[in-house]
């Protein structure tokens, strides 16, 4: 089969002939029609993230129809069209994922291939009224927004939400979540235009937090948050205990800015503020969150479409940050 394949941090993605994965009981043989990348792709291929091994491939996103089955128990998903759960051994505990947890892309081979190897207990049957494009968006972020705001932040209908960052993949899917539940969401982005179209998803309003006084414009705007997901951190974090309500929940499941900075802490115990932390989700967080996008019928945002052989531009586009939404991979 034909993947793309990175040989070494640094190199270009390179698109090769390898062998096509053999099965063992319980697994289950994708045929990809698309996939997505994340950002932890990026990451993989300039050498800064944990446990890298070479060559890989990368994609932990993907949708397509199962062509072959290791057991015969399995061969009712001969066929059928799926989106494919990359939160792997999440492990016995709901409340964090267990020692053997992995995400599908690495150390295991990924999406970004004709075929994936993955297990059938993973396998999840695509939303009906979405693209292959669109489908292939959405397991990464959308099990990562669903958990961060209904598993952990317990978010709810009138709630008020500040979505940080959101151009990214994940933050882009938490407003259209949090909006289709009924939360007055709010935005933040280095970008105007990104803000702009953050509105044109539900957003009340948004802020660029390149602005000295970007807290205090939200200040202006909403009298406290109830919720704020975040996945930068760096020094602006520390205006959110400031931006709260009482009993306020803070989420965080990334740290592309930096570390947490010192915080007041008598702000945190006196308004009772909840810092939470999250990766992925379990099992029952993605059918969660598949069976909220078939009922709300939420179409994840695709900022741009690549051909699989074209998947380095795709990285490229990823390293300066400005898409909307998602990047895809359309297969060979």
């Not at 941090?9 to 698309?34: F, T």
């Not at 308004?271 to 069976?291: C, E, R, S």
């Amino acid at each position: 089969m034909k993947a793309i394949v990175l040989e070494a941090a640094g190199k270009p993605l390179i698109c090769k002939e390898v062998e096509k994965p053999a099965l063992a009981p319980g697994e289950v043989l994708v045929q990809i029609k698309a996939a997505a990348l994340n950002r932890r792709d990026y990451w993989i291929t300039i050498g800064k993230y944990a446990g890298i091994k070479y060559p890989i491939i990368l994609g932990s996103d993907g949708a397509g129809v199962v062509a072959e089955v290791g057991s015969d128990t399995d061969q009712h998903w001969i066929n059928k069209e799926v989106v494919i759960n990359p939160s792997n051994n999440y492990g016995q505990s709901d409340n964090y994922q267990g020692a053997d947890f992995k995400i599908l892309g690495l150390p295991d081979d990924g999406t970004f291939a004709e075929y994936v190897k993955t297990r059938a207990e993973y396998l999840h049957p695509k939303p009906t009224h979405l693209t292959w494009e669109q489908a292939a968006a959405i397991p990464l972020a959308g099990v990562t927004a669903y958990r961060a705001l209904f598993t952990k932040a317990k978010a709810k209908k009138g709630d008020k939400v500040l979505i940080s960052g959101v151009g990214a993949g994940t933050g882009a899917f938490a407003l259209q979540l949090a909006v289709a539940a009924g939360c007055h969401v709010f935005v933040t982005s280095g970008n105007g235009e990104k803000i702009e179209r953050a509105k044109h998803l539900g957003a009340a309003a948004g802020v660029n937090y390149k602005a000295q006084d970007w807290a205090e414009q939200l200040k202006l705007m909403v009298h406290g948050f109830d919720i704020i997901v975040d996945s930068a951190l760096g020094t602006g974090f520390a205006k959110f205990p400031d931006l709260c309500n009482p009993g306020g929940r803070i989420v965080i499941f990334g740290g592309t800015a930096g570390n947490i900075p010192p915080l007041d802490g008598r702000k945190v115990f006196w308004k009772q503020l909840q810092l939470l932390g999250t990766t992925m989700g379990t099992h029952d967080d993605f059918t969660a969150m598949i069976n909220f996008v078939n009922q709300h019928q939420i179409g994840p945002i695709v900022d741009e479409v690549f051909c699989f052989k074209d998947a380095q531009k795709a990285i490229d586009k990823m390293a300066d940050s400005s898409q909307f939404g998602k990047i895809v991979l359309q297969n060979l």
